[in-house]
């Protein structure tokens, strides 16, 4: 697999917007209607796509004869840049001129669109990409702010199209947190069993918490072939009520990429 990586836009759309608070994705796979209903499609991008800016206003600190002692960093800022081409996606014109700003009909069409000073609000941004590897890469910004929105002309020679920059603020001492997947379908993108606790079940069975990798898109689980219940905690560990039994079973966790390498579990 080449180490190189050229992004292109998902099946399941690219850039999504939801309101500040709104549940984050923890895994680069999991469908983002799953983790909450609230994620609006802003639909197609421009041809060039997502333009990611970091950007340190350092300094260099001198010491008598001229040498450099010190780097100093004032300040430390990222954007993300793109062009939203939907003119009558609903959801693009709300990220532009304001949630308030826009009158919808009865079949949800935008019939009215308002333009004013208001000031744009924060909001959770979501970008997903699929790179030349069959690879997913998502960036999780979990406040940003739409700071200028560019010129959009209306004439018959272009489409009307919409450039925007997305201001990103720190939170919980990060400002973009990037998940990423193996290539799908890969036998290292489908879940990882590491261990059991406890490490015997009662054999009347009962919860038993399951350590291991790549579950927060779990699709089901089984004990010996046969589904059980589970409860995903976070995409390192699952609870499962075992039935009960004797001896030895074999655990199998799955996800879109398929199903993890068997586990054994045993009865006391």
């Known amino acids: 697999m080449a180490d190189i990586?050229?992004?292109?836009?998902?099946?399941?759309?690219?850039?999504?917007r939801a309101p500040i608070g709104t549940s984050l994705p923890t895994d680069a796979v999991t469908d983002l209607a799953s983790v909450s209903p609230l994620?609006?499609?802003?639909?197609?991008?421009?041809?060039?796509?997502?333009?990611?800016?970091i950007s340190r206003d350092t300094q260099k600190k001198k010491a008598f004869g001229g040498h450099t002692v010190a780097i100093l960093q004032n300040d430390y800022t990222e954007t993300l840049q793109t062009t939203l081409l939907d003119d009558y996606n609903g959801s693009v014109l709300k990220s532009i001129f304001g949630d308030d700003n826009v009158i919808f009909d009865l079949d949800g069409f935008p019939t009215v669109v308002d333009s004013t000073k208001q000031v744009l609000p924060r909001c959770v941004w979501i970008a997903d990409t699929l790179d030349n590897e069959n690879r997913l890469k998502r960036l999780v910004v979990a406040e940003g702010q739409i700071t200028t929105v560019g010129d959009h002309s209306l004439v018959h020679t272009d489409t009307v199209e919409y450039p925007i920059t997305i201001e990103v603020f720190e939170k919980n001492a990060r400002f973009v947190?990037?998940?990423?997947?193996p290539a799908l379908g890969s036998a290292a993108a489908v879940p990882v069993i590491d261990s059991f606790d406890p490490a015997t079940v009662d054999s009347?069975?009962?919860?038993?918490?399951?350590?291991?990798?790549?579950?927060?898109?779990?699709?089901?689980?089984?004990?010996?072939?046969?589904?059980?219940?589970?409860?995903?905690?976070?995409?390192?560990?699952?609870?499962?009520d075992v039935p009960a039994g004797s001896g030895t079973v074999l655990v199998v966790v799955s996800n879109a990429a398929g199903p993890s390498t068997a586990a054994t579990l045993t009865y006391a």
């Open 177 to 181: 947190r990037e998940y990423r997947s």
């Open 204 to 240: 009347d069975g009962g919860l038993v918490a399951v350590r291991g990798f790549g579950f927060a898109g779990v699709t089901g689980v089984t004990v010996d072939g046969d589904a059980v219940e589970y409860t995903v905690l976070s995409a390192n560990w699952i609870v499962l």
């Open 5 to 16: 990586s050229v992004a292109a836009p998902r099946s399941t759309g690219t850039l999504f």
């Open 39 to 53: 994620y609006e499609d802003l639909g197609d991008l421009g041809e060039s796509g997502i333009a990611r800016s």
